[in-house]
């Protein structure tokens, strides 16, 4: 009978203990198994979708620099595996990050980027747009069905504007940019694409890249008035948004200057592009060379600002032509917006040619 006690009580303290320590205590194996797909898998699939639904090169490659910055400084690790540790540890990295890291410090690696001391770091606009892509990515991963949580949202504290930066030119800085100066700048040194691209930029409020990128057929003649065609028709051509795709008229001020003749000597010398000088960069468009002219062009002329770009250019024209009453339908289709209205963008339609020119071009 004792020999039986002593088994019993041997059976219970088996029983009491073994189990217990199997369920607390699980292996760091069991800890580190996910199911998820990997980030850069992620990453492929993502940029998958929006080259499918046809999203701009240039909006892709930022996708892929902020995607590959997340790898660089969380690893290949499985998406459902992300912790708020991780959600923290990528932003206050990318905080601790210099500006122009490809062209200043091309060969360093994540962590002696870290150590750098007196580096100008990223600004805050670039920062959020690292964090916004990222967070964007995970959302999509969430829609998917690849992970439950995003561990990036709300890790980026918006901060208070400090001063209020003017995106627009004024009356008199239009005057100087489009002044004398500019033909000095331009035609008189045999580089005709600065003065027209900037003078039609000017008298459209177009995007840098719509124009830098039009063939010399896109310049053509409807109902009497004359056009730019701005599409994506060739492969060379991409329009950032589906309302990008329109009908511009072409303001009679640089008809005045003679920017048909410009055509017809392109023409006649058998060129497919308008401006055949400006060539595409991979993952920027046709109008780098003079985004980059044009930053040179406003310092030279004492009004290199915070804020104000050759993109300032089409703040200006909506500007104007909100001061003077333009109807806003009108102006978002002069500069290719959607109207934010299902009812006005699908049964609104295009509008007249003559009604646009007369009521929204004319008045820039």
Not at 149 to 157: D, H, I, M, S, T
Request: contains cysteine.
């Amino acid at each position: 009978m004792e020999l039986e006690h002593f088994k019993l009580d041997d059976q219970a303290i088996t029983a009491k203990h073994k189990p217990i320590e199997k369920e607390t205590q699980p292996t760091s194996l069991q800890q580190q198994v996910h199911t998820g797909i990997s980030l850069a898998q992620l990453s492929d699939r993502y940029l998958q979708t929006k080259t499918e639904a046809g999203y701009p090169e240039k909006t892709i490659k930022g996708y892929q620099d902020s995607h590959q910055l997340m790898l660089e400084i969380l690893g290949n690790c499985a998406v459902d595996s992300l912790t708020h540790q991780e959600g923290r540890k990528l932003v206050e990295t990318i905080k601790k990050l210099p500006s122009n890291r490809s062209k200043c410090y091309p060969k360093l690696t994540l962590q002696q980027l870290l150590l750098l001391e007196d580096a100008k770091l990223l600004s805050y606009k670039t920062i959020l747009k690292h964090v916004e892509r990222i967070s964007s990515l995970i959302n999509w991963a969430i829609n998917q069905g690849y992970t439950n949580q995003n561990v990036f949202r709300g890790k980026l504290e918006p901060i208070r504007s400090q001063q209020i930066i003017e995106k627009h030119f004024t009356s008199d800085e239009m005057n100087l940019i489009l002044g004398e100066r500019l033909k000095k700048e331009s035609l008189e040194q045999g580089k005709p694409e600065r003065y027209w691209v900037t003078m039609l930029s000017a008298y459209s409020g177009a995007r840098l890249n719509e124009i830098c990128q039009l063939n010399v057929d896109d310049i053509s003649k409807t109902d009497g008035i004359w056009l730019m065609n701005i599409n994506a028709k060739t492969e060379d051509k991409s329009i950032k948004t589906q309302s990008g795709t329109r009908l511009v008229p072409i303001h009679p001020k640089l008809l005045e200057l003679g920017f048909l003749d410009y055509v017809d000597q392109v023409r006649n010398e058998n060129q497919q592009k308008l401006f055949p000088n400006l060539k595409k960069m991979a993952g920027a468009g046709f109008g780098t060379r003079i985004s980059h002219w044009f930053a040179r062009y406003l310092k030279k002329l004492g009004i290199k600002k915070k804020g104000k770009n050759f993109h300032s250019f089409r703040h200006t024209v909506v500007n104007r032509l909100i001061n003077q009453k333009v109807y806003e339908p009108f102006i978002k289709e002069l500069i290719g917006h959607s109207h934010g209205s299902i009812t006005l963008d699908i049964y609104g339609g295009r509008k007249p040619l003559q009604v646009l020119l007369n009521e929204c071009v004319t008045k820039i």
